[in-house]
């Protein structure tokens, strides 16, 4: 089933967290001072655009020994483990990162993809709320979220952040608002063979969304 849908984003930025200052990413994303740790960072790229990542994780080990906090090197030694499927390692180094850079998109986007690899779906959560907190305009938080309170079977929580998630998406006209519309036909499918379609109804009312 294709779910038409049309909406109006309804910001939902917590009081209570501190607002991002503007250049924080400029500054934790960007090139380490320590030329010998982005020399390193340089070369571990190059690796693992050519798919060697052990090559490329002893070269962020050798940018990271020079330079601690280098946060692109923290991230990218996580990527790196992450496609060897060592997924206990890329978690480590995606929370050290987030310890240099709590706010940080990225390790909060993807040490949420390595829990729901190992089916640890509450602390993928976890980490995806943290996501929407600090980047409420950011719909990665919110799908991730839903798909994975959608694979702990609590629907309607599911269905609320997927539903932001769409509207996002479909506002910035991103290509990833087919995979948020394919999300909304699986949840509705479930629901209807459980008779709750006036619930995804109303919850879809309820994040101002009109389906067609």
Known sequence: MILKIQGVVSKKCPNLVPSLT???DDVFYGESKNKKAQNFYVIAKDFMQKNNYKLAIESFLLALNEDPNFVLALDDIAVSYRQLNDYDNAIKYYKKSLEVYPEGNFALMNIGVVYTFKSDYKTAISYYEKLIQYHPNNAEGYFGAGKNYFLMKD???????IFMAHIIYT????????DSEQMLGAIYQKMKSENKEDLFKKIAEKNNVKIE
């Not at 506002?171 to 087919?178: A, G, H, L, M």
Request: glycine share 0%; net charge negative; no cysteine.
């Open 155 to 161: 629907d309607e929580k599911a269905l609320d952040n």
């Open 22 to 24: 503007e250049n924080k």
């Open 171 to 178: 506002n910035e006209n991103s290509d990833y608002q087919k």
